[in-house]
């Protein structure tokens, strides 16, 4: 069973850089499409983007340009990092994984970011 696990800081300054690490275990991050997905407060899901099995990179058009995703096979770990945030970024991200790129069945428990000065 795969097991996902966000880690990183709770709070950001904005126009700081949000940077978030996902570990996976029970599995290889050298398969599969792994996401990052936020929760605003009171809104909906928020799909970022993913990174594939071959190190390719998809990000949602509205966030593309702050947006990087990368991997360290090492580690068996993914990390985010979101530029120039804002409080609008307030959130709480959720990293997941699964075989198929935007519909992911493995989910971590999520972490709340507080984007504030």
């Known amino acids: 069973q795969v097991q996902l696990q966000e880690s990183g800081p709770g709070l950001v300054k904005p126009s700081q850089t949000l940077s978030l690490t996902c570990t996976v275990s029970?599995?290889?991050?050298?398969?599969?499409?792994w996401s990052w997905i936020r929760q605003p407060p009171g809104k909906g899901l928020e799909w970022i983007g993913y990174?594939?099995?071959?190190?390719?990179?998809y990000y949602s058009p509205s966030l593309k340009n702050r947006t990087s995703i990368s991997s360290d096979t090492s580690k068996n770990q993914f990390t985010l990092r979101l530029s120039s945030v804002t409080p609008e970024d307030t959130a709480v991200y959720y990293c997941?994984?699964?075989?198929?790129?935007?519909?992911?069945?493995?989910w971590g428990k999520g972490t709340r970011v507080t984007v504030s000065s």
């Open positions: 029970g599995g290889s991050i050298t398969t599969n499409y």
């Open positions: 997941a994984g699964g075989p198929r790129a935007t519909l992911p069945d493995s």
């Open positions: 990174i594939a099995m071959s190190g390719s990179t």
